[in-house]
Structures are given as structure tokens and as C-alpha cells.
């Protein structure tokens, strides 16, 4: 999850097993989005410090589950405003036999869930006379969602002699975008300052802007 986010996380309980899934309650997305993503091989867990969720992150209700066989155990997770990897845990009683039993919670908390590296990007000495022979790639960032997916609709850049390019390393959450500069009538020697804009499906970040600095040379 990412720092200041807030999640509801059903969970089916059946009697002497605890469902090990998160209920898919709002289809394909919402199972992506609130799914808590793996923190990795044992020896990275290890390494990284395990923190107590603060006081009242986590909050739970109880709810029939429809038959005698088990209920439901709604988690609502929110207030964690810094990253790391989260723990909490608590005693549940069965509301039909009384038993008691612990349910835990791990959870790694990222900074941010969609990362720009590097969030600004500066070409270089491009020559326009190699401009005149063939397009420069001249610079490229990397665009990753750590939760969930993201789609790249177009690139664009407001300095015309610039173009975008997208190069898919796992589609769905990382990609290249790759800065061409390419040979315009009109342009000459000079620095220039503009942006490269990216375009997603994201409904939190549509529109992600990266400012490009350019130098020109004969």
C-alpha cells in the first residue's frame, strides 16, 4: 500500500481456516489494487526493520458470512503516514463457538506508489549536424507502479524538435520512456527547457510531468 492510503480489506473466516486471499468484492481492480503485495525473499524481510501499526490504523468488523461454516472479518487500514513494513495482530473470537484465535497483519508501505526515476532529465551536448543524419535518443526515465497497473496512452513533450518513445518492460506497472531529438527546420544551437508529458490510464496520475533540459551544438 502507499503511505497515506486507505484500504478495506475483506476477509473470509471459516471454521479452523482463515481464507489466505483477499475477497475480490469490486472485480479484477480492486483485487489488484487491495491485494498487499510480497516484501521479497526471507533475507530481504530480515533485514528490514518490522514496525507496530500506529494506534487505531487498523480497525476491524465482524459480519455473518452468509452460512454456518464461518463469518467475516472487514480490516480497515489507514493514518500510516511514513513507510516500512507494518505488523499488527489481535485475538478474534468466533462469534458462533466463542473460540479465540490471533490473526495477524503484515503490511510494507511504500513512499510512493508510482515512481519516476529520474524525475528530471538533462540530454547533453546533441549536435545537429548527427541530427540532420538520424533522431538522437537523448535521454529516458523509468515509470514503475509498485501496486496495481498503469498503461501508457502517448508521450508527448512541449519542445517540438522532442519526441517520445515507450519501451514495455512489464506491461501493466514498468516502463522506459525514451527521449528522441530529432532535426526541425527553424531550430538552432542553444539550451532549451521544456517537459516530456506521459499519459495514462492511472485515475490518480493521468497526466505525469518530467522537466527536460536540452543543449544543441552545431
Do not use: C
Not at 475480490?24 to 516484501?39: I, M, Q, R, W
Not at 494506534?55 to 503516514?81: C, H, N, Q, T
Not at 549536435?127 to 496512452?153: D, T, W, Y
Amino acid at each position: 500500500m502507499e503511505k497515506g492510503e486507505h484500504l478495506t480489506l475483506p476477509l473470509r473466516v471459516w471454521r479452523g481456516q482463515l481464507d489466505a486471499h483477499v475477497a475480490n468484492t469490486g472485480g479484477d481492480e480492486a483485487a489488484n489494487k487491495n491485494v498487499l503485495p510480497s516484501v521479497g525473499p526471507a533475507s530481504s524481510r530480515e533485514v528490514q526493520a518490522r514496525l507496530p501499526f500506529p494506534a487505531g490504523a487498523v480497525k476491524y468488523v465482524m459480519r455473518p458470512g452468509g452460512d454456518k461454516r464461518g463469518f467475516w472479518l472487514d480490516l480497515e487500514i489507514s493514518g500510516v503516514d511514513k513507510a516500512g513494513l507494518f505488523e499488527w495482530s489481535t485475538n478474534v473470537a468466533d462469534p458462533t463457538t466463542g473460540e479465540s484465535f490471533p490473526v495477524g497483519l503484515s503490511a510494507l508501505v511504500f513512499e510512493e506508489n508510482l515512481i519516476v526515476n529520474p524525475r528530471t532529465i538533462e540530454s547533453g551536448d546533441v549536435s545537429l549536424e548527427v541530427l540532420q543524419k538520424s533522431p538522437v535518443i537523448a535521454a529516458q526515465f523509468n515509470l514503475r507502479k509498485m501496486i496495481g497497473s498503469i498503461h501508457i496512452k502517448g508521450v508527448s513533450s512541449s519542445l517540438g524538435f522532442v519526441k517520445g518513445g515507450v519501451q514495455v518492460l512489464v506491461d501493466g506497472s514498468n516502463y522506459l520512456i525514451k527521449v528522441y531529438i530529432v532535426a526541425k527546420p527553424g531550430v538552432g544551437p542553444g539550451k532549451y527547457e521544456g517537459t516530456i508529458k506521459v499519459d495514462t490510464d492511472d485515475s490518480a496520475r493521468g497526466e505525469i510531468e518530467v522537466p527536460l533540459k536540452v543543449t544543441l551544438v552545431p
